[in-house]
C-alpha cells in the first residue's frame, strides 16, 4: 500500500478550504453541524439543502474561492469531499 504525505502548506490549504466551505454550508443551512457532515455523504442527505439553497452555495463557493463553477460541473459539488477537490483543482 502507498503512503500519501503531504506538505504542511498542503494540509492547511486543505484545511482552510474545508473551513471555508463548512462556513458556507452553516450559513445557508444553520442546522447543519459542521463537526457530523460526512466528506461521502450528499449534503442533501445530511441536512435540509433544497435546489435554492444549493444554488446560493455554489455562487458562495465562486465568491469565496475566487473561481468559476459551469452549472454542468454542479454535481461535482453535492458532497464535503467532491467540493475540497473540484476546489484544489481550480
Known amino acids: 500500500m502507498a503512503t500519501v504525505s503531504f506538505s504542511w502548506e498542503e494540509k492547511m490549504k486543505t484545511e482552510d478550504a474545508r473551513s471555508r466551505v463548512l462556513e458556507i454550508i452553516t ?4 442546522e447543519a453541524a459542521p463537526t457530523r ?9 445530511q441536512f435540509t439543502f433544497d435546489s435554492v439553497d444549493f444554488l446560493s452555495f455554489a455562487i458562495k463557493l ?3 474561492f475566487g473561481i468559476k463553477i459551469p ?3 454542479y454535481p461535482l459539488l453535492s458532497t464535503l ?10
Not at 27 to 30: E, F, S, T
Not at 37 to 45: A, D, L, N, Q, S
Not at 81 to 90: Q, S, T, V
Open 81 to 90: 469531499d467532491g467540493c475540497l477537490e473540484y476546489i484544489g483543482k481550480g
Open 71 to 73: 452549472e454542468s460541473d
Open 27 to 30: 450559513a445557508i443551512a444553520p
Open 37 to 45: 457532515i460526512k466528506g461521502t455523504v450528499p449534503f442533501r442527505e
Open 62 to 64: 465562486q465568491e469565496s
